[in-house]
């Protein structure tokens, strides 16, 4: 045999890795916009149904100005950030304040935040129905499911104790007649039973029910949170941030379900906060006080000794007047002792409150430490002053330092009562809460949005998988691009053909006016048991639709495919073509036949090889199923030339399939098939060879390692990429040599029909010849 010739277009084809772009997605899209357009429409409902099932969760927000505390803290937190220290910012602290234990209980508390009641709702549908009962008017049991909740229910409970035990646990209450209800554990077991507006005391349990709206046999679910966790829950639902950077203006945001709740809570954190911040001041400038009026005493005893002492200096030396330079060292003495007077007597103050390691009292020992280096450079230039004037100097700076300490501490004491009576803290509310109007959560438009937009992923995903997994190629430009496999051309779908195949024991003449088709053309009849082939096989001898109705628009497309054919085979050394199919059901035996008749009007002479040993359709169509052919050839009962016989056409002859039994893949393998394409290549202008469907059998593979050139036969929607492939594989495994295909039975509307099942065929015998 001679070698394959070069393909004449197209590059080889690519089985694996195959490139995914833009162009192919829009197209399956577009070809499966039902599957896109209800996939999108069901997540888009399915959001929207999700968007209001949620309830409507709405923020309330109060507004605090956090001023600057007392001057003296001001002082040492502007002297901490000179001086390096790492403070932190006022309204930072006040933030976690907000946040604490001691801010949130009262509230927690005052809104029996810790006890959570709900009723009992039939999953999916309850809190829907609930939207539309009336509050105070119980709506009665769907489906007689008594124990749910319905809507319209009203239940409060003001007082709810258990045990350590049953912290976090849900319980259930059951709405008995009459206004009583019984409490249950999660086990079934009944703790309690009591009335509405009674208090129930029963040692660890306590219960009271201050009102209680709803149909006998309704349960409710009941929780006592444990504290710590409440205050935490509650914590977790605040939202505290400083509005700006360092404004001093701080909100609290509140969400909830109910808005006035929302409204109410976000008012009584800022209140709480308020007062405790007013406390806090309170406390802080009582203690002062304190510290201030036990000084008091002290520091007049210290002024009157000092003023003694000075007198009886006065008395024994007489009154002197300071020299300058004494008096310039009184004056800064006076300045410095006083500093040092008033920063002692604050750090007094801080240690009651903060240990000496603590940033400010830091910072007041650095200061101090630098007035004491100062003090003691005076002192030295002090010593060289006349004993006299020394003694002097420091008896009037005693006294006039005794005076101002204790001038200060009587300014202070007064400052401190003053304030105290009047105090109002550095917390002021700027704005009350105030019940919000529409909800900020859920935000319906955008997840009804992102709902589309996820549904149109999704779609489109669905799409894609189900192209990758059930998709089937349907049209000439996406088998090229996607599969890189060239393409001579497509066949349209044949009413005429369809007909015939829909007919076949009638005579080749057709009517004038054909029905419309119910299958597609090429739809491929599958074996039968041998008794019944001749019920399966036409009575006689059935023309080529080029024949008989040669100007059929799949005619005139199979001349087009024909021109390139011919233009390919003058590259072509060898003259044998195998028509190959990927699956059954093709029309691959419809294309051989058809485009081997045109092929001999051009006046060439061409054989047709019928290799599909099992299904023998080719022969069929010549009537000659019944006689000798290839089988004999290739057991050794005939020769090369005994086995060709006539068709009828000029130019155009047939080697049937034959009858003899041997297995056909051992007949294919035998060297007599070599060696009759070899003969028949010198004798024909070109020899077409129909074989088995590559998928289903080994045949297809033997016969075009021996062909010159392999062509696929497809057809629209009958075949998945990966069959496609697939079958490729093989055949380039078994040494083909693939040029090309052709693609059958295209719609005209861009459609495909579904290939046919082996009962459907069987059933109608329909389709063009495989």
Same mark, same amino acid.
């Given at each position: 045999?001679?070698?394959?010739?070069?393909?004449?277009?197209?590059?080889?084809?690519?089985?694996?890795?195959?490139?995914?772009?833009?162009?192919?997605?829009?197209?399956?899209?577009?070809? +499966?916009?039902?599957?896109?357009?209800?996939?999108?429409?069901?997540?888009?409902? =399915?959001?929207?149904?999700?968007?209001?099932?949620?309830?409507? $969760?709405?923020?309330?927000?109060?507004?605090?100005?956090?001023?600057?505390?007392?001057?003296?803290?001001?002082?040492?937190?502007?002297?901490?950030?000179?001086?390096?220290?790492?403070?932190?910012?006022?309204?930072?602290?006040?933030?976690?304040?907000?946040?604490?234990?001691?801010?949130?209980?009262?509230?927690?508390?005052?809104?029996?935040?810790?006890?959570?009641?709900?009723?009992?709702?039939?999953?999916?549908?309850?809190?829907?129905?609930?939207?539309?009962?009336?509050?105070?008017?119980?709506?009665?049991?769907?489906?007689?499911?008594?124990?749910?909740?319905?809507?319209?229910?009203?239940?409060?409970?003001?007082?709810?104790?258990?045990?350590?035990?049953?912290?976090?646990?849900?319980?259930?209450?059951?709405?008995?007649?009459?206004?009583?209800?019984?409490?249950?554990?999660?086990?079934?077991?009944?703790?309690?039973?009591?009335?509405?507006?009674?208090?129930?005391?029963?040692?660890?349990?306590?219960?009271?029910?201050?009102?209680?709206?709803?149909?006998?046999?309704?349960?409710?679910?009941?929780?006592?949170?444990?504290?710590?966790? =409440?205050?935490?829950?509650?914590?977790?639902?605040?939202?505290? $941030?400083?509005?700006?950077?360092?404004?001093?203006?701080?909100?609290?945001?509140?969400?909830?379900?109910?808005?006035? *709740?929302?409204?109410?809570?976000?008012?009584?954190?800022?209140?709480?906060?308020?007062?405790?911040?007013?406390?806090?001041?309170?406390?802080?400038?009582?203690?002062?006080?304190?510290?201030?009026?036990?000084?008091?005493?002290?520091?007049?005893?210290?002024?009157?000794?000092?003023?003694?002492?000075?007198?009886?200096?006065?008395?024994?030396?007489?009154?002197?007047?300071?020299?300058?330079?004494?008096?310039?060292?009184?004056?800064?003495?006076?300045?410095?002792?006083?500093?040092?007077?008033?920063?002692?007597?604050?750090?007094?103050?801080?240690?009651?409150?903060?240990?000496?390691?603590?940033?400010?009292?830091?910072?007041?020992?650095?200061?101090?430490?630098?007035?004491?280096?100062?003090?003691?450079?005076?002192?030295?230039?002090?010593?060289?002053?006349?004993?006299?004037?020394?003694?002097?100097?420091?008896?009037?700076?005693?006294?006039?330092? =005794?005076?101002?300490?204790?001038?200060?501490? +009587?300014?202070?004491?007064?400052?401190?009562? $003053?304030?105290?009576?009047?105090?109002?803290?550095?917390?002021?509310?700027?704005?009350?809460?105030?019940?919000?109007?529409?909800?900020?959560?859920?935000?319906?438009?955008?997840?009804?949005?992102?709902?589309?937009?996820?549904?149109?992923?999704?779609?489109?995903?669905?799409?894609?998988?189900?192209?990758?997994?059930?998709?089937?190629?349907?049209?000439?430009?996406?088998?090229?691009?996607?599969?890189?496999?060239?393409?001579?051309?497509?066949?349209?779908?044949?009413?005429?053909?369809?007909?015939?195949?829909?007919?076949?024991?009638?005579?080749?003449?057709?009517?004038?006016?054909?029905?419309?088709?119910?299958?597609?053309?090429?739809?491929?009849?599958?074996?039968?048991?041998?008794?019944? *082939?001749?019920?399966?096989?036409?009575?006689?001898?059935?023309?080529?639709?080029?024949?008989?109705?040669?100007?059929?628009?799949?005619?005139?497309?199979?001349?087009?495919?024909?021109?390139?054919?011919?233009?390919?085979?003058?590259?072509?050394?060898?003259?044998?073509?195998?028509?190959?199919?990927?699956?059954?059901?093709?029309?691959?035996?419809?294309?051989?036949?058809?485009?081997?008749?045109?092929?001999?009007?051009?006046?060439?002479?061409?054989?047709?090889?019928?290799?599909?040993?099992?299904?023998?359709?080719?022969?069929?169509?010549?009537?000659?199923?019944?006689?000798?052919?290839?089988?004999?050839?290739?057991?050794?009962?005939?020769?090369?030339?005994?086995?060709?016989?006539?068709?009828?056409?000029?130019?155009?002859?047939?080697?049937?399939?034959?009858?003899?039994? =041997?297995?056909?893949?051992?007949?294919?393998?035998?060297?007599?098939?070599?060696?009759?394409?070899?003969?028949?290549?010198?004798?024909?202008?070109?020899?077409?060879?129909?074989?088995?469907?590559?998928?289903?059998?080994?045949?297809?593979?033997?016969?075009?390692?021996?062909?010159?050139?392999?062509?696929?036969?497809?057809?629209?929607?009958?075949?998945?990429? +990966?069959?496609?492939?697939?079958?490729?594989?093989?055949?380039?495994?078994?040494?083909?040599?693939?040029?090309?295909?052709?693609?059958?039975?295209?719609?005209?509307?861009?459609?495909?029909?579904?290939?046919?099942?082996?009962?459907?065929?069987?059933?109608?015998?329909?389709?063009?010849?495989?």
């Amino acid at each position: 045999m001679n070698p394959p010739v070069q393909r004449p277009h197209g590059t080889p084809l690519p089985l694996e890795d195959d490139e995914f772009i833009l162009r192919d997605l829009a197209r399956m899209v577009r070809r +499966q916009l039902g599957w896109v357009i209800g996939i999108t429409a069901v997540v888009a409902a =399915a959001a929207t149904l999700y968007a209001y099932s949620m309830p409507a $969760i709405y923020s309330a927000d109060a507004l605090l100005q956090v001023q600057a505390s007392n001057p003296e803290s001001a002082l040492l937190a502007r002297a901490s950030q000179m001086m390096g220290g790492d403070k932190p910012l006022p309204t930072e602290t006040e933030i976690e304040i907000i946040r604490s234990r001691s801010v949130l209980e009262p509230v927690l508390d005052a809104f029996r935040l810790n006890v959570s009641v709900a009723p009992v709702t039939m999953p999916f549908i309850g809190g829907l129905v609930r939207r539309f009962a009336t509050t105070g008017e119980p709506a009665s049991a769907w489906f007689g499911l008594k124990s749910y909740a319905w809507g319209g229910e009203q239940i409060d409970v003001e007082l709810l104790g258990v045990p350590p035990a049953l912290e976090d646990v849900p319980l259930t209450l059951r709405v008995l007649d009459d206004g009583a209800f019984a409490l249950f554990d999660p086990d079934g077991m009944q703790l309690l039973t009591g009335r509405a507006g009674a208090t129930v005391d029963e040692g660890p349990l306590q219960i009271r029910v201050a009102k209680l709206v709803a149909r006998p046999g309704t349960e409710f679910t009941v929780t006592r949170a444990n504290q710590l966790a =409440a205050i935490e829950e509650l914590g977790k639902s605040l939202l505290v $941030i400083e509005q700006g950077k360092q404004t001093g203006i701080v909100q609290i945001s509140m969400e909830s379900s109910d808005r006035v *709740a929302a409204m109410q809570i976000a008012n009584a954190v800022a209140q709480s906060y308020v007062r405790q911040n007013l406390e806090r001041h309170q406390e802080e400038t009582a203690r002062t006080l304190d510290f201030v009026n036990a000084e008091v005493p002290r520091v007049r005893a210290d002024l009157e000794k000092a003023e003694d002492a000075l007198a009886t200096l006065q008395q024994r030396q007489g009154a002197v007047r300071p020299a300058s330079e004494a008096q310039s060292y009184l004056e800064s003495g006076l300045e410095i002792d006083r500093q040092i007077a008033m920063l002692t007597l604050q750090r007094t103050q801080l240690l009651q409150r903060f240990m000496p390691g603590h940033p400010d009292v830091q910072t007041i020992d650095t200061q101090l430490g630098q007035l004491r280096a100062m003090q003691q450079k005076l002192e030295a230039r002090f010593r060289d002053m006349p004993a006299s004037e020394k003694a002097g100097v420091r008896m009037e700076r005693d006294v006039k330092i =005794a005076q101002e300490i204790y001038i200060s501490l +009587q300014n202070k004491a007064q400052e401190l009562m $003053i304030n105290r009576a009047g105090m109002v803290g550095n917390v002021h509310i700027l704005d009350e809460a105030l019940i919000p109007s529409s909800p900020v959560k859920p935000k319906r438009a955008l997840i009804i949005a992102a709902g589309l937009i996820l549904g149109f992923v999704l779609a489109v995903l669905t799409v894609f998988m189900r192209r990758a997994v059930f998709g089937r190629m349907g049209e000439l430009e996406e088998i090229e691009h996607r599969l890189a496999l060239p393409m001579f051309g497509e066949i349209p779908f044949s009413p005429a053909q369809s007909w015939r195949e829909d007919h076949p024991r009638l005579e080749a003449s057709e009517p004038p006016e054909l029905p419309m088709p119910v299958e597609l053309a090429g739809a491929e009849r599958v074996p039968v048991a041998p008794e019944h *082939a001749e019920e399966w096989l036409p009575a006689a001898t059935r023309p080529a639709l080029a024949e008989s109705r040669p100007h059929d628009e799949a005619m005139e497309a199979l001349c087009g495919i024909c021109a390139q054919f011919q233009f390919t085979l003058k590259q072509m050394d060898h003259r044998v073509v195998a028509m190959v199919g990927a699956t059954s059901g093709v029309g691959k035996s419809f294309v051989a036949q058809n485009l081997a008749t045109l092929l001999a009007k051009s006046n060439r002479r061409v054989l047709l090889i019928d290799a599909d040993l099992r299904r023998r359709r080719l022969s069929g169509n010549f009537n000659r199923a019944a006689g000798t052919g290839l089988s004999e050839l290739l057991g050794g009962r005939l020769d090369a030339n005994q086995a060709v016989v006539p068709t009828g056409v000029p130019n155009l002859w047939l080697v049937p399939a034959g009858n003899f039994g =041997a297995t056909p893949a051992e007949l294919l393998m035998n060297t007599r098939l070599r060696q009759a394409l070899e003969s028949y290549a010198r004798a024909y202008d070109l020899v077409i060879i129909d074989t088995p469907p590559v998928l289903d059998h080994n045949d297809a593979m033997q016969v075009a390692a021996l062909a010159g050139a392999t062509v696929v036969v497809l057809r629209t929607g009958a075949h998945t990429e +990966q069959q496609i492939v697939e079958a490729v594989k093989r055949l380039k495994r078994a040494g083909g040599n693939v040029v090309g295909g052709i693609l059958n039975t295209v719609r005209s509307n861009g459609g495909h029909q579904p290939a046919d099942s082996t009962d459907d065929v069987l059933a109608r015998a329909t389709g063009q010849a495989a």
